[in-house]
């Protein structure tokens, strides 16, 4: 059974940092491409960040980019999001996704998401 | 890196047919055949329901369909059921040389 379970969010001050992790297991972590999805409150969907198999290929929202990093261990079975420089806007649930086998933009399993709330 | 548009809303009776629009551009969902549908019950993780505009995950009834048309993509949903309620969500791969997707707004599907 595929499960990603994410973990490290929390309330933090703005301009402050955290560190997203997502523990996978149930399937072959090295194959797949791996994403970070988020969701405000009482908001949409909004793409995060994403990043392939390997690793060597990696993307970014305009909303996040040059803040977050996206990175991950295949020995681990584990992806990150580092978020640096974080504000208000930042606060929502924040969801790692695993790509579909051959379909990397098709994000066929879902964690149930780690909260971050960015506050003073 | 625009969200694609979708209504914010939808509605319909119970066995009726609907579909739901989601409308990009040449760079997204027009330029690719990676558009896909999530549905989302309230407290729940999204759920995809429709992926490379028309296949559906194992598991998914056959009564969801997507379809595409230019820059345009669309999810039917036949015979409506309750339990069908929720919002739902397209996404399209949207770059040529990097690792990027892009959501639609969302759509709240109301049975009445």
């Known amino acids: 059974e595929v499960q990603l379970v994410e973990s490290g969010g929390g309330l933090v001050q703005p301009g402050r940092s955290l560190r997203l992790s997502c523990a996978a297991s149930g399937f072959t972590f090295d194959d797949s491409a791996m994403h970070w999805v988020r969701q405000g409150p009482g908001k949409g969907l909004e793409w995060v960040s994403g990043?392939?198999?390997?690793?060597?290929?990696?993307g970014y929202a305009d909303s996040v980019k040059g803040r977050f990093t996206i990175s991950r261990d295949n020995a681990k079975n584990s992806l990150y999001l580092q978020l640096n420089s974080l504000r208000a806007e930042d606060t929502a649930l924040y969801y790692c996704?695993?790509?579909?086998?051959?379909?990397?933009?098709?994000?066929?399993?879902w964690g149930q998401g780690t909260l971050v709330t960015v506050s003073s | 890196q625009s969200a694609l548009t979708q209504p914010p809303s939808a509605s319909g009776s119970p066995g009726q047919s609907l579909t739901i629009s989601c409308t990009g551009t040449?760079?997204?969902?027009?330029?690719?055949?990676?558009v896909s549908w999530y549905q989302q019950r309230p407290g729940e993780a999204p759920k995809l329901m429709i992926y490379e505009v028309h296949k559906r995950p194992s598991g998914v009834p056959d009564r969801f369909s997507g379809s595409k048309s230019g820059n345009r993509a669309s999810l039917t949903v036949s015979g409506l059921q309750a339990e069908d309620e929720a919002d739902y969500y397209c996404?399209?791969?949207?770059?040529?040389?990097?690792?990027?997707?892009?959501f639609g707004g969302g759509t709240k599907l109301t049975v009445l």
């Open positions: 990043i392939s198999w390997g690793g060597g290929n990696i």
């Open positions: 996704a695993k790509g579909l086998p051959g379909n990397a933009y098709s994000l066929g399993y």
């Open positions: 040449s760079s997204d969902v027009g330029g690719y055949n990676y």
């Open positions: 996404s399209s791969y949207a770059g040529s040389n990097n690792f990027h997707v892009v």
